[in-house]
């Protein structure tokens, strides 16, 4: 069945980097348009990054625009999310997307604190 697995979350100090990853099964990858978003404690989900099903249009929310990059291996059906520079305000549970076929990973928590 379709399935969509985050990793690479964690705790990081401000400043710092880290990269999502999430691995795509039980569909057709390269064919599906994908997403990131993220909820912080208290606030609605917010789409942080899309991208195109051969990766050749991408997206970012403002919020991240600069610092974060949404990459794709359609070979290896992954999808990253690359965070530079992170602040207190990224703080939230990132949630990998498939928006067409309305599907969510369980998502994965990032706490940037010092």
């Known amino acids: 069945q379709l399935q969509l697995v985050e990793s690479g979350g964690g705790l990081v100090q401000p400043g710092g980097s880290l990269r999502l990853s999430c691995v795509a099964s039980?569909?057709?990858?390269?064919?599906?348009?994908m997403r990131w978003y993220r909820q912080a404690p208290g606030k609605e989900r917010e789409l942080v990054a899309h991208?195109?099903?051969?990766?050749?249009?991408?997206d970012h929310a403002d919020s991240v625009k600069g610092r974060f990059t949404i990459s794709r291996d359609n070979g290896r059906n992954m999808v990253y999310l690359q965070m530079n520079r992170l602040k207190s305000e990224d703080l939230a549970v990132y949630y990998c997307?498939?928006?067409?076929?309305?599907?969510w990973g369980r998502g994965t928590q990032v706490t940037v604190s010092s």
């Open positions: 991208i195109s099903s051969n990766g050749g249009d991408t």
């Open positions: 039980g569909f057709t990858f390269n064919n599906y348009a």
């Open positions: 997307v498939c928006p067409t076929l309305k599907s």
